[in-house]
């Protein structure tokens, strides 16, 4: 099996994406850049897994999930409901492949019941590998993805501030062009101490809404491979409607020449 560095704190050395390699194995690779890095491995089902009976979903559910997602804005709203609270995140419009996937991956309940896997405090919280679906896999937890990358889109201006929505990745000197995880995504709580990723991991949003639920997942007890003693769970992520028809109205007012309309911006989240 492949192995990879995956997040670790400014002031820890670098562990594997289970924590469980050798010594020989848990060395950042030599291109890499000092300090935290997070990595993934964009692994496929195996034959098993797509053999596997899958669980029915909601038909009622599903369908009002693809009636949510017809005609979003270019920056949809989404909340990301968890164990622990929501947190409210806005995806950028200058990066519209990572934007297009995770509304892809979002409308195929894919993230529904995943873990945020890995919670360093003062740093960041990462989720979204599929395997952690599974507590029998807990080894390959950070490993998991949806079988392919997605292509870098650096934008200087959206930085790691505090609340920003990134994709993880793995090291440089696995993935020179710096291509992004499928589906795993980290939230900053520090900016500071994320300073460092501005240009090598992709930012394509920020949190408009839960700043404090974020806050509350990096404060849990976790062991010494950072995984929450106490599983947080991503129950399911939704585009929030109200916000997201708000936007869609004042970007047809735009094109039609007519002044934005001035309401107020809904973010209080549950969890607040």
Request: contains cysteine; glycine residues 8%; aromatic residues 6%.
């Amino acid at each position: 099996m492949r192995h990879y560095i995956t997040l670790v704190s400014l002031v820890l050395l670098a562990v594997s994406c289970g924590g469980r390699r050798s010594s020989s194995q848990a060395a950042v690779d030599s291109d890499d850049a000092p300090g935290a890095t997070m990595t993934f491995t964009p692994a496929e089902e195996t034959p098993a897994e797509k053999t596997a009976e899958k669980p029915k979903e909601n038909a009622d559910s599903t369908a009002l999930m693809k009636k949510a997602l017809r005609d979003l804005p270019e920056e949809p709203v989404f909340d990301i409901v968890t164990s622990m609270g929501t947190i409210r995140v806005k995806l950028y419009k200058d990066t519209p492949k990572h934007r297009d996937n995770f509304i892809k991956l979002v409308g195929s309940r894919y993230y529904d019941g995943t873990l945020f896997h890995r919670v360093i405090p003062g740093f960041v919280i990462q989720g979204g590998d599929p395997f952690t679906k599974d507590s029998t896999r807990i080894e390959e937890w950070g490993e998991g993805g949806p079988g392919y990358n997605i292509d870098a889109e650096f934008v200087p201006e959206h930085r790691h501030k505090r609340g920003a929505l990134a994709a993880a990745r793995r090291g440089d000197f696995a993935n020179p062009a710096k291509e992004s995880s499928g589906s795993q995504f980290y939230l900053v709580q520090d900016s500071t101490a994320c300073a460092h990723l501005n240009g090598e991991y992709t930012v394509f949003g920020e949190t408009v809404g839960g700043l404090n639920v974020i806050d509350r997942i990096a404060r849990v007890q976790t062991d010494r491979y950072d995984h929450p003693v106490k599983p947080v769970v991503i129950r399911h992520i939704t585009p929030n409607e109200q916000m997201n028809r708000r936007a869609k109205e004042e970007e047809m007012r735009a094109a039609e020449g007519l002044p934005p309309v001035e309401k107020p911006v809904i973010t209080k989240v549950s969890g607040e």
